[in-house]
């Protein structure tokens, strides 16, 4: 009976480190912008919350292109590049946006950038090139002017949005 006890009482003392390592485990974020949690990964879904730019969370799943977080006002899904994998800092947070849009990891390193991420290894293995398509969407692009006068043409006007400064030679 004695060693029951003395096995049960360590079994016990065992489950709080499981717990903890787990825990442990989990990664750390920090929010690029301000963004929306939604109740599923798709862009579609309920949104149940939202957090601000700079706030600390918790990763705790990744799907595709969406990261599943535990932020201080609840949790949910959200957009990989709404997430800088690691916690805030105090320093230029600009910077950190502009690190992550051009694929730099801080290292010097170049990364994967926004238009191969959520796809797996062996799709980008399995990727050839293809002229036709390159062709097509360089057809797509307009400029300044063709933008501004689409915009006008539809009755759009132009917005400030928090966090963003004015830069001289932005859009009028």
């Known amino acids: 009976m004695k060693h029951y006890l003395k096995q049960a009482l360590l079994l016990s003392s065992l489950v709080p480190l499981l717990y903890a390592g787990i825990s442990v485990a989990a990664e750390k974020g920090s929010a690029l912008k301000n963004d929306s949690l939604r ?25 595709g292109a969406w990261l599943q977080v535990k932020a201080a006002k609840g949790s949910g899904w959200v957009r990989l590049l709404s997430v800088k994998r690691g916690t805030a800092t105090k320093s230029n947070q600009a910077a950190g946006v502009l690190a992550v849009a051009s694929g730099r990891a801080g290292t010097g390193q170049v990364v994967s950038t926004t238009g191969v ?4 290894e062996q799709e980008l293995k399995a990727a050839k090139f293809n002229e036709e398509e390159v062709k097509t969407m360089e057809s797509y692009t307009l400029s ?7 915009a006008k043409a539809g009755n759009l006007n132009s917005i400030a949005f928090k966090n963003l400064k004015e830069v001289k030679g932005g859009t009028q």
């Open 144 to 150: 300044a002017d063709k933008g501004r006068a689409f």
């Open 39 to 63: 109740n599923e990964p798709f862009a579609d879904a309920k949104v149940t919350g939202s957090f601000a730019r700079g706030e600390n969370l918790e990763i705790i799943k990744k799907q």
């Open 117 to 120: 991420r959520g796809l797996s």
